[in-house]
């Protein structure tokens, strides 16, 4: 199957910096890749839409210019949480379609953990 | 936004026994997916079911999509204490992105 990474796995950070994850297609060309955030116990909320080229579409409640994604190829999208404060401390994931797949099978990195001390 | 319910919210069974989920959704879809999750780990794919399926097997899972009632359901049979877990379905349309259930957190005692 189709492979998705994230990096980093784990990141501690104080409050005030700014941290980047990264989300890769490793094996297949993602136009399109979606940002998750969940907080403890908590299901998985969309973010935004990542769409190469243009401007990633954000969900309603989600502030964009706190989380700047950037989907410079179609193998790379960025998540930046610029400022980040203690509330963003949550598991960040993302996931890409295979593009061209018609029921659109998502595949998913393994998360990035963010604890904002 | 969440596209659904999960209910149980939270289920204890023995070893041994089956365990059935139940997943609502409020729009029409293209599939619907099950994923597992352990305690602050990432997702495992468990089975995608089309929208044109009324019902799926792998393994000890199977999943049933009843498309006019916006539901799905997970059994998992002869459970395991390994199939402690975090329980979520999703689905999404044409395009567009999972939209995820609240889950169902389930336990397993040996």
């Known amino acids: 199957g189709a492979v998705v990474s994230q990096h980093p796995s784990r990141v501690i950070c104080k409050s005030g910096t700014s941290v980047k994850i990264e989300c890769r297609s490793l094996d297949f060309q993602a136009t399109t890749m979606f940002w998750y955030r969940q907080f403890p116990k908590q299901s998985l909320m969309l973010m935004a839409t990542?769409?190469?080229?243009?401007?990633?579409?954000?969900e309603q409640g989600v502030e964009k210019d706190k989380f700047l994604i950037n989907h410079a190829s179609l193998t790379l999208s960025t998540l930046t949480v610029t400022s980040a404060h203690p509330e963003d401390s949550s598991f960040y994931i993302c996931?890409?379609?295979?593009?061209?797949?018609?029921?659109?099978?998502?595949?998913f990195g393994p998360g990035t953990r963010l604890t904002v001390l | 936004s969440q596209q659904g319910e999960e209910d149980p919210q939270a289920l204890s069974i023995q070893e041994g026994e089956n365990a059935t989920m139940n997943c609502s959704y409020k729009?029409?879809?293209?599939?619907l997916q099950w994923y597992r999750q352990n305690s602050g780990r990432g997702l495992v794919h468990l089975i995608l079911i089309r929208s044109n399926e009324r019902e799926k097997h792998s393994g000890r899972l199977r999943v049933t999509l009843d498309t006019s009632k916006k539901s799905s359901s997970l059994l998992i049979t002869a459970s395991r204490a390994a199939d402690t877990a975090s329980y979520f379905c999703?689905?999404?349309?044409?395009?567009?992105?999972?939209?995820f259930g609240k889950g169902t957190t389930l336990s397993v005692s040996s």
């Open positions: 729009t029409s879809i293209n599939n």
């Open positions: 999703a689905s999404n349309q044409a395009g567009t992105a999972l939209i």
């Open positions: 990542s769409n190469e080229g243009s401007k990633a579409t954000y």
């Open positions: 996931s890409a379609p295979l593009a061209g797949d018609l029921y659109n099978e998502q595949f």
